[in-house]
Structure formats: structure tokens, C-alpha cells
Nanobody, 125 residues
Framework: VQLQASGGGLVQAGGSLSLSCVASGRTFNRYVLGWFRQAPGKEREFVAVISRSGGGKYYSDSVKGRFTISRDNAKNTAYLMMNNLKPEDTAVYYC???????????????????WGQGTLVTVSS
């Protein structure tokens, strides 16, 4: 599966952005979808993950209560709605897809088999 993330941009602290991750192919609902981010000079960091059906979700503590992950399998698209953004949310955001084995450790990037190219989110103070 090929993934393409979009929706990044420049936003002031306290603002909102919605990211999208569009997948190619007809097997989108076979994959668990996750969002990660990577700030300059830092390692890739887990943000959120959603199950194949959309019924299971898990967030990092740093975004819990502010970000919402969702998916529309009919549109082969996953979303990350980001509210109350903070300057420390500034990063390149990536979407990843993997098998159900992702759930053994969803915060581990190596569990995901496919990655999109990333979209830059910049939050100004």
C-alpha cells in the first residue's frame, strides 16, 4: 500500500489543523494506521494509532485529549484532527500502516510496514 499525508501548515498556538493520509489500493481496511511525528534533531515519535475497523484507538500522553484519530475505509483515508496546538507539536507528521501485530507495541515505528512522505506542521507561539 502507498500512503500520502497532507494537510500540514503554519498555525498559531491554540489553533487547529486536520491531517489526512490517503492510501492507494483496495486493501486499506486490512491495515492498522498510525501517526508519528519527527521534530528537527529528534527521533520519530508515536502520536496515535487506529484499528482496522476504527473502533480501537490509542494516543500518546502528549496529545491525548487534543488530537483525534479517525479513518474512513470507504475513502481509503485516515485523519488526524489536532486541536489546541502547541509549539512543541511542531514536526513533520507521518502516517504508517501495518498488520494487526502493530498492537503488540503501537508506539514502535518498526511495527509499521508502509510509510507516507510526511507533512510539516509548524506551530508558532
Amino acid at each position: 500500500v502507498q500512503l500520502q499525508a497532507s494537510g500540514g501548515g503554519l498555525v498559531q498556538a491554540g489553533g487547529s489543523l486536520s491531517l489526512s493520509c490517503v492510501a492507494s489500493g483496495r486493501t486499506f481496511n486490512r491495515y492498522v494506521l498510525g501517526w508519528f511525528r519527527q521534530a528537527p534533531g529528534k527521533e520519530r515519535e508515536f502520536v496515535a494509532v487506529i484499528s482496522r475497523s476504527g473502533g480501537g484507538k490509542y494516543y500518546s500522553d502528549s496529545v491525548k485529549g487534543r488530537f483525534t484519530i479517525s479513518r474512513d475505509n470507504a475513502k481509503n483515508t485516515a485523519y488526524l484532527m489536532m486541536n489546541n496546538l502547541k509549539p512543541e507539536d511542531t514536526a513533520v507528521y507521518y502516517c504508517g500502516a501495518g498488520e494487526d501485530t502493530v498492537w503488540y507495541d503501537p508506539a514502535l515505528s518498526s511495527k509499521y510496514n508502509y510509510w507516507g512522505q510526511g507533512t510539516l506542521v509548524t506551530v508558532s507561539s
